[in-house]
């Protein structure tokens, strides 16, 4: 459910190879005891469903390509951003995914419970990273992050805050006010771009304040896109408030095509994310080189699809706005030389 487009930007870098493995977890790592044996057999065998989680973001992954314009980009940022692209993806499987070893019958509670507990070990795993002491993560995709982590100096913060979001979205589905939305946004997208400065060696205070500007931006602009796709999983990220305030309803968003009191809701809540781009974009005037053009790319995947859904005349549910790619590639161009 933590989609966020910055997520789709990062897995554009994924060169075509795996990302994650099939760490198995470790064998005899359990007490003697009865209840302690039956813990390590639970601990097991979240770990082992974890894991087979953990292929199919291998095969998601297989199939990404560089886009040409960001080749360019230092290989050892590549590798890194292909671990923090691994870790996202798989934290967002286990939040939203299939779950392997449950069945298609199985009660909606025992779903939530399941993917809590392994979120759970996800995050004991992580914790691991961050323990001199400890022994090597589970998960072949944690091992990999813990190389990440260890030459970029990266908090483990954004880790935490990014399972949390999967988290809240096994109990949340609707946002009252934009307040929510916008704390929901501080745990599942802001993250990933502080996590990009840091491995870009860029991360300051200021950097990161507007960073998170963008990345809330970027989430909203894929909420307001997705209206019609997030209902059909029974989920709505436009603020219950801005719904009142238009008039809408949720039998208006199941419509076919948007209403005009549809329209003017997408219409505010792609202004306010335009701001909110804006407000972020003079990072990348603070930035040079490789390092400047990859957040550029991320404003200009923001800035197309707003222009986007303006084109379609806000009307996201008649289908889904996509950015074409010369308009990507030209507001790119654009950000970069214009710093902002």
């Keep these: 459910m933590t989609r966020v487009s910055l997520f789709a930007f990062i897995s554009e870098l994924c060169p075509n190879r795996q990302v994650t493995g099939t760490g198995a977890g470790r064998a005899g790592s359990s007490g003697t005891g009865g209840a302690d044996t039956a813990e390590a057999g639970e601990r097991e065998e979240a770990v082992a469903v974890a894991a087979r989680v953990s292929l199919a973001v291998a095969a998601k992954a297989s199939a990404e390509n560089f886009p040409v314009a960001l080749r360019v980009l230092p290989k050892r940022w590549r590798a890194h951003l292909t671990a923090l692209y691994g870790f996202a993806r798989l934290t967002d499987d286990i939040g939203d995914e299939p779950l392997p070893g449950l069945p298609g019958d199985a009660a909606p509670e025992t779903i939530t419970a399941t993917r809590l507990k392994l979120l759970d070990e996800l995050q004991?795993?992580?914790?691991?990273?961050?323990?001199?002491?400890?022994?090597?993560?589970?998960?072949?995709?944690?091992?990999?992050?813990?190389?990440?982590?260890?030459?970029?100096?990266?908090?483990?913060?954004?880790?935490?805050?990014?399972?949390?979001?999967?988290?809240?979205?096994?109990?949340?589905?609707?946002?009252?006010?934009?307040?929510?939305?916008?704390?929901?946004?501080?745990?599942?997208?802001?993250?990933?771009?502080?996590?990009?400065?840091?491995?870009?060696?860029?991360?300051?205070?200021?950097?990161?304040?507007a960073s998170d500007s963008i990345c809330t931006a970027l989430q909203i602009i894929e909420h307001t896109q997705d209206v019609a796709e997030d209902l059909a999983?029974?989920?709505?990220?436009?603020?219950?408030?801005?719904?009142?305030?238009?008039?809408?309803?949720?039998?208006?968003?199941?419509?076919?095509?948007?209403?005009?009191?549809?329209?003017?809701?997408?219409?505010?809540?792609?202004?306010?994310?335009?701001?909110?781009?804006?407000?972020?974009?003079?990072?990348?005037?603070?930035?040079?080189g490789a390092a400047r053009l990859a957040i550029a790319g991320y404003v200009a995947g923001g800035r197309a699809t707003l222009k986007a859904i303006e084109a379609g005349g806000y009307d996201v549910l008649r289908s889904t706005p996509r950015p074409g790619k010369a308009d990507t590639l030209a507001m790119m161009a654009s950000c970069y030389f214009k710093g902002r």
Excluded: H, W
């Design 233 to 288: 999983n029974d989920r709505i990220y436009l603020p219950r408030q801005d719904m009142d305030a238009y008039q809408v309803t949720e039998a208006d968003l199941a419509a076919k095509t948007a209403s005009a009191r549809v329209r003017d809701l997408v219409k505010f809540e792609a202004d306010r994310a335009r701001r909110l781009l804006d407000e972020g974009a003079p990072l990348v005037g603070t930035l040079r």
């Design 124 to 209: 004991a795993d992580v914790a691991r990273i961050y323990d001199d002491e400890a022994p090597e993560p589970d998960l072949d995709a944690i091992k990999a992050l813990k190389r990440t982590v260890k030459d970029c100096a990266i908090p483990a913060e954004p880790f935490y805050d990014l399972i949390q979001a999967n988290r809240q979205d096994q109990l949340v589905a609707r946002y009252a006010t934009y307040q929510d939305l916008a704390d929901y946004c501080k745990l599942s997208a802001n993250p990933v771009g502080q996590v990009v400065l840091y491995i870009m060696k860029a991360a300051t205070p200021e950097r990161i304040a």
